[in-house]
C-alpha cells in the first residue's frame, strides 16, 4: 500500500512539472499592445506584440503609441484574422494604419466583435487608418461581426479606406453615429472599376469622400430614401459623382467639389448647425438652404431647378450664383433666409424665350437688411441674363439732402431692354424726407426712371427703364442738368455767353456771379433767378446771357454758374474766364468741367459741361 502511494506521489509531481514547463494561458479578453519589438510591420510576428504573443480571437487589440513611437503601418495576413475589439488611436501627428492587403482573399479577412449591445467593435481614432484593400471575391472583406449590434466608429480625424470591389452596404450600416464621428471619413478609393455603387439611399455617413488614387472614377447612388452625410462630403479630382437618387441629399458641413457632380434630379440640402461653406463650382438641381447659421459660397455655383431659402443666409462673398432659366425661389425668402450679394459676386438669372416674367431676385446685406428687387421685363433679347449685387452705401456719385444708403447694381447682357423693377430699402436707408425720394439710376449721370414712384409705407422704389446700372433713391436735384455745348465772346462791348442743356431734370433755375479773382464769386448778375424753361424736364434748351455793366478793357473776368435744384439745394461750379479787350475786341472764353468746392449746400446735381446762363430764352431743343 505504501509503494502505492509513492507512485501516485510521483506521478503527480512528474505532471505538476511539465506543466511548468508550458507557456502560461492567456486570461480571457486579455489586452494586446503593438510594441514593434520584431522590427517588421507584420501582424503576426508575435515579437511585435506586447508579451511577444500575436492577438488572438479573445483579445483587444490597440494599435497606439504607448509602446511603439511615431506613424507606422501594420499588415495584417493573407489567412483569417479574428478579434474582440480593435482600437486605433496615434498621438498627435501621426498616423497608424492597418492594412488587409489584396492578397488576403478570405471572407473575412478580418473579423471584430465582441457580441455585446451598445459597444464599439473598431474605434478609429483621429490619425487612425483602417484600409481595407481585400483581395476576396465576395463580402466586404472586413466583418463587425455582431450583426445586431456590431458598431464602426470612426471618430473625428479618423479614417476608413475602401480599397475593394466588393460591397459596402454592411460596412456603412454598422457606422456609428454617435457625437464625435461627423469628420470621421469613410472614404472610397475602388481600384480598376469605371463605376462602382455606393451605400447611399437610407444610409448615414459621418464625412464621405469619393476619389481615385489612379485613374478617372464614376461612383454612382440609387434609391429613394435620403443619403444622410453628418459632415464633409468630398469629390476628388477625377471623380464623377453620378446620382439617380429621388431621395434627397443631406449635408450638414462643408461640400468640396473638385470633380463633377451629376445631380440628374437629385435634391441636395444645407442642413447643419454651423456655418457651411461650398466650395468647388457644382451644378445643382434643386437645392436648399437649411441652416439657421448659414451657408457661404467658396467657388461660383449654378442651380438648374428650385433654390429653397427655407432658414439662414447664402452669402455670395465674391462668387457667383447662377440660376438658370427654368429655375425658382423656395422657401420663405426674408431678412433670416436671403441671399447676401453685398460683395463682388453676383446673383444671376438667365432668361429664355424674350423676357423675364416677375421675378424676385431675394437679395440683402451681411448686416440682416432684406433688400430685394423685383423685375419685369416684356422686352429683353432672347437668351440673356440679368445680374444683381447691391451696396449698403451712398452712392458715390449722389448729391443731395434726400437719397437712400443703398444702391442696387444691375448688368445685363440684353441688347434690347424694356423692364420695371421694384426695389425694396429699410428704413435705416434712408436718410433726409422719405416722401421726396425717387428712382433713379447712374451710367454717365443720373436718370430718372420712367413712372417712378416711391412707396413709403411698403418701403419700396418703383420705375421703368431701358437699360441696366446704377439704382437708388434721390431727388429731383439729385439729377444732373447735362450741358450739350457752351459758348462766350466777347462782343458789342459785351460779353455774351451761351449754353445749351440737354435736359433739365430736377433743374428750377440758374444764378450767374462775376468776380476778377478765382476766389470770387464775387457780384450776383441777375436780380432774381433765371427760371428753368420746364422745371425736371428731359428735354433741353438753349440760354444766352449778356453782360455788359462797368466791364473795363484788359480785364479777365471769372463767371460762375450756379444751380438751384427743385428742393433749393444748391450747386455752384467752376468758373470760366473770358478777357474782356475793348467794345471792338473778340476773345473766345475757356472753361472749365470741374466743380469747386463751396460753402454753400451741395444738394443739387452738377452740370456735365459747365459754361454760363443766359438770362433769355432763344431757342428750345428736344431732349434725348
Not at 466608429?153 to 479618423?158: A, L, V
Not at 453685398?342 to 429664355?352: A, N
Request: glycine content about 12%; charged content about 10%; some cysteine.
Amino acid at each position: 500500500m505504501q509503494r502505492r502511494w509513492l507512485s501516485v506521489i510521483l506521478a503527480l509531481v512528474v505532471a505538476a512539472a511539465a506543466c511548468a514547463a508550458l507557456p502560461a494561458p492567456r486570461a480571457w479578453a486579455a489586452t494586446v499592445t503593438w510594441d514593434g519589438g520584431a522590427a517588421t510591420s507584420n501582424w503576426d510576428d508575435a515579437a511585435n506584440w506586447s508579451g511577444d504573443v500575436a492577438p488572438d480571437t479573445s483579445d483587444d487589440v490597440i494599435l497606439d503609441n504607448s509602446l511603439a513611437g511615431g506613424s507606422y503601418t501594420v499588415n495584417l495576413p493573407a489567412v483569417a484574422v479574428s478579434i474582440r475589439r480593435l482600437t486605433i488611436t496615434p498621438d498627435a501627428g501621426n498616423t497608424i494604419t492597418l492594412v488587409l492587403p489584396s492578397a488576403n482573399t478570405v471572407n473575412p479577412g478580418l473579423s471584430v466583435g465582441d457580441g455585446f449591445t451598445g459597444t464599439d467593435d473598431i474605434i478609429l481614432n483621429s490619425g487612425a487608418v483602417l484600409q481595407n484593400s481585400s483581395g476576396t471575391s465576395a463580402g466586404t472583406g472586413l466583418a463587425v461581426n455582431s450583426a445586431s449590434n456590431g458598431t464602426l466608429r470612426i471618430n473625428n480625424g479618423g479614417r476608413y479606406l475602401h480599397q475593394m470591389l466588393r460591397a459596402n452596404a454592411d460596412l456603412v450600416k454598422r457606422l456609428s453615429t454617435a457625437s464625435g464621428t461627423e469628420l470621421g471619413v469613410f472614404e472610397f478609393d475602388v481600384p480598376d472599376t469605371g463605376s462602382y455603387q455606393i451605400a447611399a439611399s437610407g444610409y448615414n455617413y459621418g464625412s464621405l469622400k469619393l476619389t481615385r488614387t489612379a485613374g478617372s472614377a464614376t461612383y454612382t447612388a440609387i434609391g429613394s430614401s435620403p443619403l444622410t452625410v453628418r459632415g464633409d462630403f468630398t469629390i476628388s479630382s477625377g471623380v464623377t459623382f453620378n446620382s439617380t437618387m429621388t431621395g434627397a441629399m443631406k449635408v450638414a458641413g462643408n461640400w468640396t467639389n473638385a470633380g463633377t457632380f451629376s445631380p440628374n434630379g437629385q435634391a441636395v440640402e444645407f442642413d447643419g448647425s454651423s456655418e457651411q461653406s461650398i466650395n468647388g463650382a457644382t451644378t445643382f438641381d434643386d437645392l436648399t438652404i437649411n441652416n439657421a447659421a448659414g451657408v457661404s459660397l467658396g467657388a461660383g455655383q449654378r442651380v438648374n431647378g428650385q433654390l429653397a431659402l427655407t432658414s439662414g443666409r447664402l452669402t455670395l462673398g465674391s462668387n457667383d450664383l447662377t440660376l438658370a432659366s427654368d429655375a425658382t425661389i423656395g422657401g420663405t425668402p426674408g431678412a433670416s433666409n436671403m441671399i447676401v450679394a453685398d460683395d463682388t459676386g453676383v446673383l444671376l438669372k438667365e432668361t429664355s424665350g424674350g423676357s423675364l416674367s416677375s421675378f424676385t431676385f431675394p437679395v440683402g446685406d451681411s448686416a440682416g437688411n432684406y433688400t430685394p428687387v423685383a423685375l419685369t421685363c416684356p422686352t429683353l433679347s432672347s437668351g440673356a441674363s440679368v445680374d444683381v449685387r447691391l451696396t449698403a452705401a451712398k452712392h458715390p456719385q449722389m448729391s443731395g439732402a434726400t437719397y437712400l444708403l443703398r444702391y442696387w447694381t444691375m448688368q445685363s447682357t440684353a441688347a434690347a431692354v424694356d423692364c420695371t423693377g421694384i426695389f425694396s430699402y429699410v428704413d435705416a436707408d434712408v436718410v433726409g424726407t422719405e416722401a421726396d425720394l425717387l428712382p433713379i439710376k447712374h451710367s454717365s449721370g443720373w436718370t430718372l426712371l420712367t413712372s417712378g414712384a416711391v412707396d413709403t409705407g411698403a418701403n419700396t422704389l418703383t420705375g421703368s427703364f431701358t437699360s441696366f446700372s446704377d439704382f437708388t433713391g434721390g431727388t429731383a436735384s439729385t439729377l444732373a442738368v447735362m450741358l450739350a455745348s457752351f459758348d462766350a465772346s466777347v462782343r458789342d462791348g459785351a460779353v455774351e455767353l451761351s449754353w445749351d442743356t440737354a435736359s433739365e431734370i430736377g433743374n428750377q433755375g440758374f444764378n450767374l456771379y462775376r468776380d476778377t479773382s478765382r476766389a470770387g464769386p464775387g457780384i450776383k448778375l441777375n436780380s432774381t433767378l433765371i427760371p428753368s424753361q420746364s422745371p425736371d424736364s428731359p428735354s433741353g434748351f438753349t440760354y444766352s446771357y449778356t453782360d455788359a455793366a462797368g466791364l473795363i478793357a484788359g480785364t479777365t473776368y471769372f463767371y460762375w454758374l450756379e444751380e438751384v435744384g427743385l428742393d433749393g439745394a444748391v450747386t455752384r461750379h467752376a468758373p470760366v474766364t473770358v478777357t474782356y479787350e475793348g467794345p471792338t475786341a473778340v476773345s473766345l472764353a475757356s472753361f472749365s468741367a470741374a466743380v469747386l468746392p463751396t460753402a454753400l449746400p451741395m444738394a443739387g446735381g452738377a452740370l456735365a459741361v459747365i459754361g454760363l446762363a443766359a438770362a433769355s430764352l432763344v431757342r428750345r431743343r428736344q431732349g434725348q
